[in-house]
């Protein structure tokens, strides 16, 4: 069965200092991947999607992801983290023959300490 | 904003009581997916539809149902509430396979 593990649950850093979130999806067929943003009492937002192509992927607010297909991996980095970036950060996978059906990690909160 | 509306935004229900929750798409999306999110975890995929049809079903049991109508707007129901369907219930809608999914802020169901 499709799946999808996020490693961090809870995750505290103090501002200016580099993020990392673990990413790791269960499928042998092609496979879309994505990281959506939760903020408090706000709808999930994208933050960036990998369809084909480079590997290393940019998103919005300065977050970038590397695809790296070997480890089944699609981590989340920002070089450095804003108190802003406070929110819940999920992975999702979306295989390519299905549609629009998309598999969720189990979030990872972050909270950034001014 | 991302164009995708849910209604009612919170819901209280008794246990074997029936729900419906609605979600207007994004205009020009046909394809519409309901989630489930209970506290504490990732979005759970309910079903999808694309041009009305049903086309893809998560593991979730024969009374949650739902209809997409022709202006692409959903319906999700739940017949037979029980307690765990507490939950924040999500619609997404794109333009079909292989594009981003844009959601709405949910609804937030209780059933007591």
């Known amino acids: 069965a499709q799946s999808v593990s996020q490693h961090n649950h809870h995750v505290i850093l103090s501002e200016a200092a580099s993020l990392e979130l673990g990413c790791n999806y269960s499928?042998?067929?092609?496979?879309?991947l994505f990281w959506y943003v939760q903020y408090p009492g706000q709808h999930l937002q994208l933050l960036l999607k990998?369809?084909?192509?480079?590997?290393l992927v940019k998103g919005i607010k300065g977050f970038e992801a590397e695809f790296i297909k070997s480890k089944f991996s699609f981590n989340l980095r920002k070089p450095s983290v804003q108190w802003s970036d406070t929110a819940e950060y999920f992975c999702?996978?979306?295989?390519?023959?299905?549609?629009?059906?998309?598999?969720f990690g189990t979030g990872t909160s972050l909270t950034v300490i001014p | 904003e991302t164009g995708v509306t849910q209604s009612p935004t919170h819901l209280i229900k008794t246990r074997g009581q029936q729900v419906t929750l609605r979600c207007s798409s994004q205009?020009?999306?046909?394809?519409v997916s309901w989630y489930q999110q209970a506290l504490g975890q990732g979005p759970q995929f309910i079903f999808q539809?694309?041009?009305?049809?049903?086309?893809g079903r998560g593991n979730f049991p024969p009374r949650f149902s739902g209809l997409q109508f022709p202006n692409y707007s959903s319906e999700l129901n739940v017949n037979a509430l029980e307690l765990d369907d507490s939950a924040l219930y999500l619609c997404?809608?794109?333009?079909?396979?292989?594009?981003?999914?844009?959601f709405g802020q949910g609804t937030r169901l209780t059933v007591v």
């Open positions: 997404a809608s794109s333009m079909g396979g292989n594009t981003e999914a844009f």
């Open positions: 999702a996978a979306n295989p390519s023959n299905t549609g629009n059906q998309f598999y």
């Open positions: 499928y042998g067929g092609t496979v879309n």
């Open positions: 539809y694309y041009r009305e049809e049903e086309n």
């Open positions: 205009s020009g999306h046909n394809t």
């Open positions: 990998y369809f084909s192509g480079d590997p």
